[in-house]
């Protein structure tokens, strides 16, 4: 792939300058904080002619000695911006593209705080989020160029990237990086001078990233990533270097990420710094495939031609991949890592056909992403596809780094007479929050104690999510608190829902919500999308049209494969036929609107 | 594999004990320590059921849950021997059998420090160290009993283990572990009856491993290993929870060890810890297969028949291993990691036609075991295997957890004038001191100011090993400084000599040294040991005859072979055909043993 360097700055054509960090003077020699900024140091020393990262969209990419210039020149651009200090705000609004993978690395070694936006956000959302983090500086994609207020405030500079990789010489982003690369060769310069005019023989002036300090305190804050909320303000989730390192390393430890490791982005690094696997996969010396828009043609390009091995998604992203026409079986294993919910029976046997391996992980950004996996057990060989979809279907334990995961009473957390946390017993039907807490655990939100008190108690950050945990110690989500269906009294897990009806041959995607019933309270109401056989099989238009024949007959087979699974009070009283269902920019199920249409009538 | 528990300690069924430490109440919600412990608890949680360590000689194992169980009885039992406190030192003198592994979890469970012992060391060195390192307890296997002193001295409590695993009534081990299992339960029950007796709703009373506390400074030390020093008193390596912790991360990293391997201990777990493979494969979820013996045929055995995927050891364990008649190409790759030095291009050979596939590691005691690894580079695939074992033959780069590995003129450790150290340059030639600091790096050395003075220098610690940096950042050892060979004033190094002379077809392995020469001062002695097809091919006994015309044809050959390698003065002057070479306990040739019998003699 050709690279055309930014103007003023060559490329190395063998490592010229220092790889590693400063390390702060009062250190002790068997001690070093833990910063992922390293890994791209190491990276870059082992391995500096290999493809760091690629983006054929604008057909370019960068070698890790060269991504581990531009970086550096980030870092000192950004430092070159006039009042910036350590703890700085730095905003950055993009899509999967280099010039956010840059920020991961250049923003932390500024002493910056890394903020991602959602490009999918609205103008005024990005506004209060810019407000509340009091971003002084921001990066942007000249794509999301709409996103950035027009005017963003006294003394907040503003950086548009054409996303031109260096190839364009009017690119505002290739220019701050250029500042920032002579204001790098002025501070080697002042190095050396003062070099010479000591008296004493002192080492080599300082190069490269020897100009850098590695922070004196691991756990100072490294990125700060906004909830999209499906109510109420995006909350700021603080992390820090300890943190996003030791999930780093668990990432890339439990994916299986090595050297010969080709990692496609299709989930947005701006999703809680993308789980980590912007450091994730440079650790392991891998190689990233930026796609800037997640298209299931470009995404099939990437795995069938481009040696793929890895990427995350959500189920949804899964259906629309395993039903695009360019669907092939890969002739090598790839590595899929599925969080939000485990894929169905149907899909996992359609992606085992592709040769797509799903591993189910389960985390939020306020633990930097995933923090627990199913891991797979050697009884489930045996199984067959739907009790295997079943066994996935749990959200497991706690990552290598992670502490162990609790499923807690949720009296307990408000229990005001005891410090304790009382756990649910390990049966499998005992329903508890989960929480956690350790070295995968936010600091808290940013500037918002109250929410962290609400949701870091007695010692643990309490998830919002309900589940039961199974004599083998692996958790389970029941659902979210609001979707659990109440129904005579009697507690219905959503979820156990939609995983049994999704088992129907005919069921691509489907999702259950309470509704209001004047008997009952409530009762579950089905969405369901056909698979494409079904379509054909079936007359889609009429199944669709209440009440038609063909409608009344299929919904009471769906109804007769929930009786046979589950008992009678969970079975959805009402189905409706849709062709798709709504879903927030992460690719969850947006009950909350489903709900509205019902919040009304009876 | 048949298990039978100790008598009074019924194995657990389905883990009725917590299978995590507790935290101290100051910890922040979002850190814990770091402690290499908590692998085998969540191995434990995650899959109980699965052979975690076995041991076939004795016809016993234990699978996660079971070996969770015993090392926390263990820990209860080591607690409650009179007067042992946090900090303490229990010696462990063992060959590869579950007690040393055993020890590896619960003496840092109970606060001790392991301190385990090298089982070919004679009476006189054992008690050298059981008395430098203050050894409160020793735990210790039958078979290596007459390694504990007759009177250990007042208040130092031994205990025998048979190596039983449980199946004989009177293993001195087993019946300490029965004792500190009713420790344990006695511990469970104080909890219960103050839980019972306290008058508000508290949390269920701790059961299990919640018994027990993480060490709230992660710096804690963990383990004290003392060095087998050529020369002079051997001395004793402190390292920490936070050091071990990384490192076994970045081994089982490194090593790509998954829940699908199995690790043989062919390397000593009293080595350095094992290298913390103790722990790095537990936190895989691997199996640890233990053997008493490096015996090649139990060996092969393991590799043919228990689907070993992973082992450690020097070269000279792999010639033996390659050359037994039960050697054959195994079905799977299997990952080997070689220390001490590089495979020879024939070693390399034999290996790789067996399916055996070195990675080329070097680290010290006092760097937790390995640290720098040879990165495999994509252009070796073009390599003939004897450019491939030279380019292999280089020590590489730091492990993901270390920091970087840095190669310094020696006159600058001492220089006072300056507090820097001077890096040689990249560029291959210019020869310098290894020196490496960080988390990978040790403490000190035990109850020794002045050593830890002399190795740790200007915030860096000194390995001893001189080595050049090539342009790549890689680093590559020439020698131990006495092992170079000053010939005429030019500098030789051994190692590349060895290097180039095990490259000949006939030649197995083979040793060089310096030896007085009255008119260049030195120059190189070559020892020799052929391979069986040579020793089959040529007239072995004659050519071992000096001056015998089949030794004097065979030497000149050897010369040919060298001169073509190598500058004129570096080839040896003097050739000498052995049957073996004298070997040091880790299979490091004995180079002063072989210097002794040169030294006065011109």
Redesign the interface.
Known sequence: MPYTPPRSSQPPT??PFE??LS?HPG?S????S?TPVS?L??AA????R?LAITHPERGYGFTYEQWAARTLSLAFALRAVPGFKTGDRVAVISPNAPLIADAHYGIPAAGGIITPINIRNTPKEVAYVLEHSGSTIILADHEFKHLVPENPGPGITVVISKDSGGQEADDAYEQFLDRGWVEWQRAEKAQIDQHRQSS?????PKTGWKLIDAPQDE?QPIALCYTSGTTGRPKGVLT?H??AYLAA?AN??EA?I??DSVYLWVLPMFHACGWTFPWAVT?S?ATHHTIRKVDNKVIWDALVNHGVTHYCGAPTVQIGLTNHPDARKLDRRVNVAVAASAPTANLLAKMESLNLYPVHVYGLTETYGPFTRR????EWAKLDVDARARMMARQ???Y??S??VRVVRTE?SN?K??S????VARDGKETGEIVV???M????YYNDQAATDKA?MK???HTGDLAVRH????IQILDRGKDIIISGGENISSLMVEQELAAHADVLECCVIARPHEKWGERGQAFVVLTEQAKAKLNAEALKRKGSKENVEFVELLKKHCKERMSGFAVPEWFDIVDELPKTSTGKVQKNVLRARFASKL
């Open positions: 063998s490592i790889l590693s390390t250190t020699h068997y001690r070093s833990l890994f140091l190491r020393l082992i391995t500096p290999k004493k023989p002192t080492a080599e756990e820090n300890r943190g390393v890339a430890f299986n090595t050297q650790a010396l891991y797979f057990e050697p497991g334990h706690s290598l780094t502490d162990e307990s229990d007479t005891t304790d946390l009382i756990d807490r350790g070295n655990t936010m600091i808290g870091v010692g643990w950050f004599p083998g110690g692996e």
